[in-house]
């Protein structure tokens, strides 16, 4: 009985970085190979990593890639390995795969279908390839390689591949983004695939995360009857291994002419001796557990991938900061978050109570540092100029940035990371503060409806067995604090009512008219969506955050500031 | 002698203002009646506005576009209008324009040719047309019409349209971006086109400018020998009238039959009785003039677009702000710009009374709120966490953060716009602080260089024939005045090294090596491209300001801000 061993290695590259890519991909390959793996599977760009944007625009960007794969060429003695790069053909760039055996780049295949929609800008970098090839492997084995938009489009390469060039084996390389249940998406997707196309579909996804995206790992094996047979672990580096019994069935039948397929044979492929292993399937997240793991993994990479150590937040005593506070502890360790505690003449003691308590609770160092008087000495500066006029936001804001000021200091003096707790129900709506509590590097739970904010904080405090966030954050009226008595519900609408416009508005697309019909109050939606126009300005110059919604702000919903659309 | 009058009626839209851009294109259309037009022509996307980006994901967007494209086909009694208008069919969206006569829509062109580089992206949102419309006038005239990056290819619509359609007429409609010389480049595209096609090529830019963009007017006519006929003004609206002697050479021999072209006979159509009149060719403005323009249309549109009235700088008795005042008292007028000077413990005598000066010069009101007390107050609060550090770049910051919240404060309290005053070249290096002097709503020299700051200073000095911005301004050696006796070429290389060095390494893409090989200093290129790459995070904070370079920061580059390549 002979066995084909297929390794999917769910890397976590870093973008730019050639020289630590290479080393980990060579790494890999060996522990492959002891493993007795035939083929050795990474993601799409796993060389450059993903997305490299506009270092595809750079020559040299290209030419160090190419002599990098040069590398894994030499390296590649007794093993398949397929590998994600950025190739180049004359004039042109392409999203490529090396094919890539015993020391010899046996082929390149180019990405075909190029995404350019949501946070994709493929087209903008890359041309379209026009082949797809089929490996044959010593005539036991049909294998056709593509590369993830390909395998979503079922009209696509796959189809090609496995309907006139015979293959019996897909294998897909992904850099395939996070957002909520993606994983669900992309297995029933690839299940109709194998199905469809009789094939056994390799799926093989990047785990780790760049800037605002989150690759979520999870790659994936199904036979040629749609059963799920291996998965790798979540938001994690892993490899997979599946063992193949080749028979009849894998060596396809003879091709059927037609233009776009490449047949390619792989002569003198020798499968390594040796004992069947059971597949692995690792478990799938629950819904709050899967957005916890995005933030954590996406946080934990953004702070390490740009050589930062510590970071450090303010603590307002609300559930926003400490849902960031108890994140951040997670994924860095609590010696590296540091929180400040600002209280301005309108903190009540109860906020910051329990600032002090969730400090404690987490184990992390906080400093408290009042800002009346700074506010008093700016009151004192404006005195004159203002004079006549009503207090309004203008003596708010204030507050906020002399927040800002103080973190930022931090920052500058000791090289923390500014960590902003901003969640995506006030961004949407423009409740922050421009330079005040939006100033910092990376906003975690930018993309964190206020709603989805408590789950999250009840999921940890179940996860942790304790009242890690005290009890007393979640029961208190979400407020600012920069002024008396305010509380958020004074200028928007109950979150769960909010959050729902949003949705319809940010992630739907949906006219005030469809909002209006869906059974909100007409006031209320016009009122949101105008302010959500209105605040394009703030987003713009917010920090990046994680995307675990369909449609994030950011990259993914790019709305010009001048506009007079109003619907 | 019949005379055929084309109307290029180069118009500002604003985008989302479906209502005000109808009822202009509406009123130019009476106007262009009144003159005794026979065609009038309209932008790129006239209707929606140049680019609307994600509003077109909005299929309410699309239909209300639609809806408003019908009021115009209502009020063309007599008259031939094209105009551009987001179209749709089926379930793809187009960039269209609608071809309309006497109350009917004789037809629509769907752009084929679709950029998705630099600042474009219009590949997310358009399908490609595949068809080539040929307008026959009564057999005595043939036109072929075509969208902004069309003509830009030699084997593109308008080939198509001149070889196997016989139009001897060819209209372009553009909103067409505008960078430095810009206008050179087209005219010499158009002229070649004109030439090899023997085609007269009437070409209608927008102008008017929207968020980082402008579109600078100057519509152009050229004859089939490729001689310029007619050009409109530059940066402002025009209504460009040629006219032209109907002859046989117009009318095309029959069509050659190709699947693309679409033939379209104009029955009934009529020239109105007239006097030929001259063509108009409009001045060119200098390269330093051109800049200049493009400031100040880019910055009165952004203002007057978003609803404000009056903008508040910081005056800083440096080249920057000056030159933002001067600029912004001619774009608003000088009642509308208020500025602030806002003293350091730092700050000379000399910058106070430079900024005095220059307020005074350009008649505009000055507060002055020194900052040294503030200061104090923050140094104070830090006083023991901060105990056993150096002073660094720490307390340099809070300083330009206090002026940040003091300009935000007048900003919040009276509605200005504050307006930011770095260079492109500081904003490259990041040799700026975040939520300081990065702080505003619109950074209007952000693509100037430093050097061309001086060249456009010098300029509105000669253009007002004294020195409006003082002579010891340009004398002084640049410095922030965040600590004793600084400047920046304490940090920095000297403007024109540094200058230079931006140019190879942002806009043509060229190594380290590369630029070194062009003789400048490896180890200076090595500190300037490092600080470029690793202050990707503040520029994605900054707020937009005008593009006037071939690559400008913003949706002209992108680049990651976790990135590890460092060549």
Redesign the interface.
Known sequence: MEILRICLAQINS?????E?NCSKILQRINDAKKSKADIVVFPELALSGY?????L?????IK?NREYLGKIINNSADIFVIVGFPGAQKDKIYNSAALIYNKKLLGVYHKICLP??GVF?E??YFASGTECPVYNFNGKFKTGINICEDIWHQQGPQKIQSLYGKAKIIINISSSPYHIQKLDLREKLLKNMAVENNTHVFYCNAAGA??ELVFDGGSMVFDNKGKLTARAKQFEEDMLYTDLVIDKALSGKTAVKNKSVLNINVKGFKTKPKEINENVINKKYGLIEEVYNALVLGFR??VS??GFKKIVLGLSGGIDSALVAALAVYALGKENVVALTLPSRYSSEGTLNDAKCLAINLGIKL?E?PIK??HD??LD??KD??KG?KP???EE??QA??R???L???S??FGWLVVTTGNKSELSVGYCT??GDT?G?FALIKDVPKTLVYRLSEFINQKNGRELIPVSIFKRAPTAELKNNQTDQDTLPPYNVLDKIIDEYVEN?R?M??IVKKGFNRETVSRVISMIDKNE?KR?????GIKITPKAFGRD???????????
């Open positions: 870093t973008v730019g970085d050639l630590g997305p490299p944007e506009d270092l625009q750079k020559p040299h960007f160090k350019n929609y800008d087209q903008r760049q800037d990479d953004y991938k740009n400093y540092i008087k700074l000495v700016y500066l404006f100029v203002f006029t309004n936001i203008t804001n204030i940035r002399i800002g000021n103080i930022m200091a931090f500058n003096k421009l330079y100033a590097g697309d006219s008219a469809q300005y713009r110059q917010s920090p990046i919903r790019r709305m010009p500031i001048t506009n007079k659309f109003d619907e």
